[in-house]
């Protein structure tokens, strides 16, 4: 790219962190430090404003560059990702919001833990949660790296290394010094300038084909070099068996996993009532599903206007197709309109990863300090040492997630994130619905609920073409692949709510009916909520 192109995006991107940090230093400046306040904002925000932090939240990095990159290259087999997306929030609106925000306080483990044995819960559940963020942040890195390579040229690795380090230290600050509060409003920005961006993208793409979205479709069937097989299933998904049951796996675990991230779980305790969270996801349905179907009409105009060879040779895993699109729909690499256009995607794509890394380090966090740290000193820990424990916690997260961030760098982040919507399915989506639906549930069901989704789904990523065996792979030199499916999803989900059955009725430990009725009334009534 220019210097143009470079010096413009440089200067917006600057802009929004400016912005973001002045707000993360007002709010600072006016926390009085609980952890309520850390952890939920002080549950003052309305359903609208909660409504566009979930979706800020929720379209990340792998929404923008990875699911539109997958459409340019795949055409139809990258739809799974939008239908996935969005109806999961359907699972989450009828099974987990309201229910959720009655029984919790702040993490997962405290719906859970409400009629369970604490200690054991907790280690568990916050063990998962962390798992779950730490996979979600290192997608959110990957797109880091790739925007910043086609921004630089690709010429400088050292440069795409530094910007990974850099979005780490970000979310750091972000979330050691504002908490949920400074993290919701810096979600809220983001969400307006993606959904902007977005319309102006979009209005453009069809404005080139004349409104005509079935002129669009022929047009990026034939530069994909597939014909007519561009628009049909079975491109990336077809073939073979281990292709078909891929695809099975991928969308189990996109539609239940919503319901088991904690970033999301933890943003329903910002509003102060059930109903407002219900609201909420009315709200963030109703963007996110705009936002999506407008992700098609950029995927594939990616395919159409710029082309799937140009795509893969700028990033071989598609992340880099809305940038290209942007600049050829404002005119060319040369052009004045090409120039801004660029740099504004470019700019709001930084902002898309800042705000969502954010997001997720602020719940991963909050399930070390509030679950993990406070079940070790077996809950007396006082609020503002949990707070200051949380702070800390952020800091390792963030090396963590920047390491295997810069490991992890040559994969579609659309394609990382269906791994962490399967971990999630697997370890905390049974043990949250066992928890809110089965009366007989009991603390060794609980716990093997989660490690039974958990391990299952870990050990067969780890087996996986993901991670050797193939020339995409994490470690292509070597090959301890036994597992053939790229998504766990299909075997460990399944698994996670077995392994919750097989605990509960193999437990000598009677359940506590008295407390799972009193549970049930405040889910469905909202009574005794915090």
């Known amino acids: 790219m220019s210097g143009n192109h470079q010096t413009l995006a440089l200067l917006l991107f600057s802009m929004f962190v400016a912005v973001t940090l002045a707000i993360t230093t007002w709010v600072s400046r006016n926390r009085h430090g609980s952890a309520e306040e850390f952890y939920a ?12 932090a979930i979706s800020g939240d929720y379209m990340s990095a792998a929404s923008f560059l990875g699911v539109t990159g997958l459409i340019a290259l795949y055409g139809y087999d990258g739809l799974l990702y939008v239908v ?18 009655n029984c919790g306080r702040f993490t997962l483990a405290d719906v859970v833990a409400a009629r369970m044995s604490e200690r054991p819960v907790r280690i568990a559940a916050g063990t998962s949660s962390v798992t779950v963020s730490v996979l979600y942040l290192v997608a959110q890195m990957v797109g880091a790296g790739s925007l910043v390579s086609l921004l630089l040229g690709g010429t400088s ?14 979310m750091v600050i972000y979330v050691s010094m504002g908490g949920m509060r400074a993290t919701t409003w ?32 022929r047009s990026a069937a034939a530069r994909s070099g597939h014909g007519k097989a561009f ?22 675990a996109l539609v239940l996993g919503t319901a088991g991230l904690p970033h999301i779980l933890s943003r329903f305790y910002t509003v102060p009532t059930a109903r407002a969270a219900r609201r909420s996801v009315v709200w963030s349905i109703g963007l996110i599903g705009g936002f999506y179907l407008m992700t ?28 290209l699109l942007a600049l050829d729909l404002g005119g060319g690499a040369n ?36 679950d993990l740290y406070a079940s070790m000193r077996r809950r007396n820990a006082k609020p503002r040492s949990e707070v200051a424990v949380a702070r800390a916690a952020s800091v390792g997260i963030g090396v963590v997630a920047i390491a295997l961030g810069l490991l992890a760098r040559d994969l579609n982040v659309a394609f990382l994130v269906g791994l962490a919507f399967a971990v999630a399915a697997s370890a905390n989506l049974p043990v949250l619905l066992y928890s809110l639906f089965w009366r007989n549930f009991t603390t060794r069901g ?29 470690f292509p030199g070597v090959d301890f692949q036994y597992f053939p499916l790229e998504n766990p999803g299909l075997v460990s989900i399944p698994l996670g709510f077995v392994a919750g059955w097989l605990g509960t009725v193999t437990s000598h430990e009677p359940p506590d009916e008295a407390k799972h009725a009193e549970i049930e009334v405040r889910a469905l009534t909202g009574a005794g909520a915090v």
């Open 41 to 52: 904002g002080g549950r003052l925000f309305s359903p609208m404003e909660n409504g566009f």
């Open 84 to 101: 996935g997306f969005l109806v999961a929030w359907l699972v989450v609106l009828f099974l987990v919001a309201e229910l959720v925000r």
């Open 157 to 170: 690795e050292a440069a795409r290394n530094w910007t990974v380090i850099g979005v780490g230290a970000l």
């Open 186 to 217: 810096i979600q809220i920005v983001k969400a307006v300038l993606l959904l902007g961006g977005s319309v102006v993208l979009t209005v453009l793409v069809l404005v080139r084909f004349h409104g005509d979205f079935n002129d669009l479709l």
């Open 231 to 252: 628009l049909v299933p079975g491109l990336r998904y077809g073939g073979d068996w281990t292709a078909r049951f891929d695809f099975m796996s991928l969308g189990l």
């Open 296 to 323: 098609i009409v950029l995927g594939f105009g990616a395919a159409a206007i710029v082309g799937p060879e140009a795509v893969r040779g700028s990033n071989a895993a598609g992340n880099t197709a809305v940038p």
């Open 335 to 370: 052009s004045a309109g090409g120039t801004v256009l660029f740099a504004v995607v470019a700019a709001i794509a930084f902002a898309t990863i800042l705000a969502v890394v954010a997001g997720i380090t602020l719940a991963s966090s909050a399930a070390v300090a509030h």
């Open 446 to 474: 609980a716990v093997w609920a989660v490690y039974g989704g958990l391990v299952p789904s870990l050990l067969l990523v780890l087996l996986s073409p993901v991670v050797s065996g193939s020339p995409g792979s994490l």
